[in-house]
């Protein structure tokens, strides 16, 4: 079956009989969409990118271009598989996490407003070794973000949905809290992680322990954590923020204790090479009928 692709790549490499279209051939604002069969959304393009989807009446297949898909399931018409970049972000997402942990924990907030005073602060800060820390979520980031801190001296406990083969249930996790040093957020968002870390939640980490989120920000309930973040109890490290992007005078961005970063976790320069490399591994499964990866959702007939 032949298909019209659709993505940000002009030379991307598409098997014979398959039609290849890009911004340089097709533009998503003003030309005709209802050939494309295969639609890859500009990465971060946001729901701007994913409307263009509408007009694409003979769409079979949405690849999103990165890990998170709950934003896109309103756009799946009956029929159209769902596909996710699964794996293409680990190491970017992975190696922001650590660095936001590190960065919070070591008081590189502290230092840059120093430098800018051209003052010599001296202070004693949380070592990132000897802690304890809890790894919320154990898909590929999770997995590559365990790796990652296997090098330091540090306990890491992973939590899931069911837990098993070494990972613990996020029934236990309320248990553990009040003894860990550092959360890091890397799950999906849900009906059952949204604010996950609402009031209570938080209110149970010891004090001095920080958050890292890296996955989204409606996970953790923003105005309990500006409360608790101005109290001097915690610390955090966002890459993801509710609402986002973070608004001109919103109470975060002047809160105690925390760095944040404008969700660039996945925009590093490992993404064009690995992006690509999976679109084309998706269109080569496609032409030889074979079932492609990272299928998440497909469109019901009854939405």
């Known amino acids: ?29 003003s030309d005709d969409l209802s050939s494309i069969t295969f639609y890859v959304p500009t990465y971060m393009g946001g729901r701007r990118a994913l409307e263009f989807s509408r ?25 159209v598989i769902l596909c996710n970049a699964r794996g293409v972000h ?39 070794n000897d802690s304890n820390i809890a790894i919320i979520g154990a898909g590929s980031i999770a997995h590559t973000l365990k790796r990652y801190l296997t090098p330091y001296q540090v ?11 070494g990972v613990r249930s996020v029934t236990e996790l309320d248990t553990y809290l009040p003894t860990t040093d550092i959360v890091f957020l890397v799950l999906p968002l849900n009906d059952e992680s949204r604010n996950m870390f609402n009031i209570g939640r938080l209110s149970l980490m010891k004090d001095g322990a920080t958050i890292v989120n890296v996955s989204r920000g409606a996970i953790i ?7 608790e973040l101005n109290s001097g109890r915690l610390f955090a490290g966002l890459d993801v923020s509710d609402p986002e992007p973070l608004p001109v005078g919103h109470p975060l961005w002047s809160a105690r204790n925390c760095i944040i970063s404008p969700h660039v976790g996945g925009d590093s320069t490992a993404f064009e090479p690995r992006g690509k490399r999976l679109v084309e591994e998706q269109i080569r499964l496609l032409a030889s009928g074979e ?12 939405r």
């Open 1 to 29: 079956m032949t298909q019209v692709i659709w993505s940000q790549w002009d030379d991307l490499k598409v098997p014979l009989g398959f039609t290849r279209l890009s911004p340089v051939t097709t533009s998503l604002e």
């Open 55 to 79: 007009a694409m009446k003979s769409l079979q297949y949405l690849q999103l271009p990165n890990a998170g898909f709950d934003d896109a399931i309103e756009y799946l018409t009956p029929g």
């Open 90 to 128: 680990d190491d970017s997402t992975a190696e922001l996490a650590v660095g936001l942990a590190i960065a919070s924990r070591r008081g590189f907030a502290d230092f840059a407003t120093s430098q800018k005073s051209e003052l010599w602060n001296h202070k004693r800060y949380s070592s990132f």
């Open 155 to 165: 306990e890491i406990n992973m939590y899931s949905r069911s837990g098993g083969s």
């Open 221 to 227: 309930d923003t105005q309990a954590l500006v409360r």
């Open 291 to 302: 079932e492609l990866k990272n299928v998440v959702a497909r469109g019901s007939k009854n």
